[in-house]
């Protein structure tokens, strides 16, 4: 027996894309005071975001709201997006030690708790190592203080045409 009150395949559809293309909660994705939106060229990252970072003394940290479409169905970040912005954190740990060109050779991590919708998602990440052509970082993301993901990852440096690599 179907639900009389139960919107239509077609309106759910129409409703979440809505959802994805003007979020509603998209005013809350204001970030606490002193982060500012990253700069950067990369469309996919951007898709992905707002992301927002901020200079501490410790170093970068990076994070975003967890808006509607940053969520599963069970109205937690996707890990699909935790993972995204655990490669966008670790990028700007290689900016610190090394100019781009790059590229993320290796992505390990460890869920350690749920970001809930509405939550403030941020991280901070470290160079652990750099040889010539490698860069070896770790992060940490948390949910509204929470542990998050634990994130490690190698980053290949590549030359630009021409390019001399110290």
């Given amino acids: 027996m179907t639900?009389?009150?139960?919107?239509?395949?077609?309106?759910?559809?129409?409703?979440?894309?809505?959802?994805?293309?003007a979020p509603a909660d998209a005013v809350a994705a204001t970030p606490p005071p002193g982060f500012e939106p990253i700069q950067s060229s990369n469309p996919f990252g951007g898709r992905n975001g707002p992301i927002f970072e901020r200079r501490t003394d410790a170093g970068w940290e990076r994070g975003f709201r967890a808006l509607a479409y940053h969520c599963n169905a069970g109205g937690v970040v996707h890990g699909g997006m935790l993972m995204t912005f655990a490669d966008i954190l670790l990028a700007r740990a290689v900016l610190d030690v090394a100019p781009p060109p790059f590229a993320?050779?290796?992505?390990?991590?460890?869920?350690?708790?749920?970001?809930?919708?509405?939550a403030w998602v941020s991280g901070t990440a470290r160079c652990v190592r750099r040889t010539r052509s490698l860069v070896f970082v770790d992060g940490l993301i948390a949910a509204d203080?929470?542990?998050?993901?634990?994130?490690?990852?190698?980053?290949?440096l590549r030359r630009r045409p021409g390019a001399e690599r110290p």
């Fill in 145 to 156: 203080g929470a542990p998050a993901l634990n994130v490690s990852g190698i980053f290949k």
């Fill in 3 to 21: 639900d009389p009150t139960a919107a239509s395949p077609a309106a759910q559809t129409a409703e979440a894309s809505a959802d994805l293309a």
């Fill in 104 to 118: 993320t050779m290796r992505l390990v991590s460890d869920f350690a708790g749920p970001a809930p919708r509405g």
